[in-house]
């Protein structure tokens, strides 16, 4: 299973993730995770959201530049050597992490870690044969 990241692209000026989050809000959508990289002219913003194609349309309407992405949610126990574990399976593996990100799942008390892939579909795979879930929303 996958989940559909939202990067925004962003100019490195004071106010502007201020604007991404009122839009969000002010159409409902609610951030479930999140993370931001940025260099001295602009930012990538990733987000997580429970309303994946009204934030899209939202962000859109208001001027960004967005992109979909596929990637892998893993659900793992919020616990220490957990996060550990999933990175050995996936070195062991081969698969390489292009980037991750991580939120904590308040139903059930477990992290959810956000991993971009560069073979998706191998590492989903190595998720489900050691038994671990994959989340399609949180």
């Known amino acids: 299973m996958e989940i559909k990241q939202i990067s925004v692209f962003l100019e490195n000026i004071a106010g502007r993730l201020g604007e991404v989050t009122k839009t969000l809000a002010n159409s409902g959508v ?49 616990a220490p050597g957990s996060l550990a574990h999933v990175m050995e399976l996936f070195q ?23 991993f971009k892939l560069e073979d998706h579909e191998k590492g989903i795979q190595i998720v489900k044969e050691n038994g671990l879930s994959t989340i399609e929303s949180f």
């Open 30 to 78: 609610n951030i479930r995770a999140i993370s931001i990289a940025d260099t001295s002219d602009f930012g990538i913003l990733r987000l997580i959201v429970n309303k994946t194609d009204a934030a899209v349309a939202a962000l859109t309407q208001a001027g960004f530049t967005t992109r979909l992405t596929d990637v892998a949610a893993v659900e793992i126990e919020d």
């Open 92 to 114: 062991k593996s081969k698969v390489n992490i292009e980037y991750l990100y991580a939120s904590l799942e308040g139903k059930t008390g477990k992290a959810v870690v956000i």
